[in-house]
């Protein structure tokens, strides 16, 4: 068995996965982190950080050539054993360089699993795995068809965007075909979907050799989609233990992982249990650890930190060693996170003793609690939620979708 020092690169274009690098570090492992020049002055764990390379731009302005001869150039003197992508916007390019470099992992057609939704919506049909109906938007003939036989509301997703991002909601064909031609060639990035009316929930996983170690169900109170059309309050609470929609989120999202192919990991996946039908439609999926601090949620509820057991899990691989999962403790959990009016909100006055974590972001407003009582933090949500819209919450315009990838 090989359990000498390995060395890994993780790609990050946002800040986040601190808890990773410092849990790969503690290992005993060389780590390399590659991320923006943006990004010099964030507070990343550098005791935990052998090296960090600075790329110009953001994701897409990344030069995916100049980056794998800057990796090569460091492979001369450094054996590269993985290659990490922390976010859904890395997922491309750790695939591009194991491809090109041979290192072992995902590589780019599973890749695309867990990126662009398209592809992800044709593999689970393919899979027998209910979707919302849906088409790409390749073809004029197709669309018509689609729209002719699927009833209004539709929404046109991007293929690549995280979370709600770009998400267009349409009426009617004529405001359908409006915003298609408004996309003009960018319509090659988009697919329609018809609209589900229902109840979202997040399946937050780890993943080892094919099977599913750990899943939290959670269902989101405010779902992404209508925080970013309308704004509000963010919230989120993982289910009650035992449950038939617990057990009905854990089955579909192993098969989700077992059809698309995932071996070893995290997993953020969503689905919609629609309130026409009951049934369960699989949304997306991503392989990494959930955002908007959904890990530290996981981590109240169940004691299991996603990124540092992911990080174990990927210094277990590497090594050859025997990886076993922490004891899962079953609390509940919640959030409640919301754009803040002031860039350092106060939060002192939320201080019921069930608060668990407080989020750091600028012009964020957002806690977590814990307790050992569902009804106790469905209470202290409703009661947050209340009271962080009428004192903090602001909104803002949702970016536009300008790069595609």
């Known amino acids: 068995m090989e359990d000498q020092a390995k060395t890994f690169l993780c790609i990050s274009n946002f800040f986040k996965g601190n808890a990773f690098l410092t849990a790969l570090k503690k290992q005993g492992n060389r780590v390399f982190l590659v991320t923006s020049e943006k990004l010099k002055e964030k507070p990343w764990a550098f005791e935990y950080i052998d090296e960090i390379f600075y790329m110009p731009g953001q994701d897409l302005d990344w030069d995916l050539d100049v980056l794998l001869k800057g990796v090569g150039g460091l492979m001369k003197n450094h054996k590269i054993e993985s290659i990490i992508s922390l976010d859904d916007y890395d997922v491309e390019k750790a695939t591009f360089l194991r491809e090109n470099l041979r290192i072992p992992g995902m590589g780019q057609t599973t890749g695309r699993y867990f990126r662009d939704k398209l592809a992800m919506r044709i593999k689970a049909q393919d899979s027998g795995i209910k979707v919302p109906a849906f088409a790409p938007l390749f073809n004029d003939d197709d669309i018509n068809q689609f729209a002719d036989h699927n009833p209004a509301p539709w929404v046109l997703k991007p293929r690549s965007e995280a979370s709600a991002n770009g998400i267009i909601k349409v009426q009617d064909k004529d405001a359908l075909w409006k915003h298609i031609h408004e996309l003009g060639e960018n319509r090659l990035y988009y697919l329609v979907e018809q609209f589900k009316p229902g109840d979202v929930y997040h399946a937050d996983g780890l993943q080892l050799d094919g099977k599913n170690l750990f899943c939290c169900v959670s269902k989101y109170l405010a779902t992404p989609m209508e925080i970013s059309q309308g704004g509000g309050i963010f919230r989120s609470a993982n289910l009650k233990y035992g449950s038939d929609d617990e057990k009905s989120m854990k089955k579909v999202n192993a098969e989700i992982m077992k059809a698309f192919g995932m071996k070893s990991g995290a997993t953020h ?137």
């Open 269 to 405: 996946t969503e689905f919609i249990k629609c309130k026409e039908d009951g049934e369960i439609y699989f949304l997306e999926t991503s392989s990494r650890v959930g955002g908007a601090h959904l890990a530290e949620m996981v981590e109240a509820a169940s004691g299991v930190n996603l990124w540092a057991e992911w990080a174990k899990i990927e210094d277990s691989l590497a090594k050859k060693s025997k990886y076993t999962l922490p004891k899962v403790s079953k609390n509940y959990a919640g959030m409640v996170l919301t754009l803040a009016n002031v860039e350092h909100p106060d939060l002192s006055s939320f201080d019921d003793s069930e608060v668990y974590f407080r989020v750091p972001l600028e012009y964020h407003a957002g806690l977590i609690v814990k307790s050992k009582n569902q009804e106790r933090v469905m209470e202290l949500l409703d009661d947050y939620a209340a009271r962080l819209a009428s004192e903090l919450s602001t909104t803002a315009k949702a970016p536009e979708v300008k790069k595609f990838h």
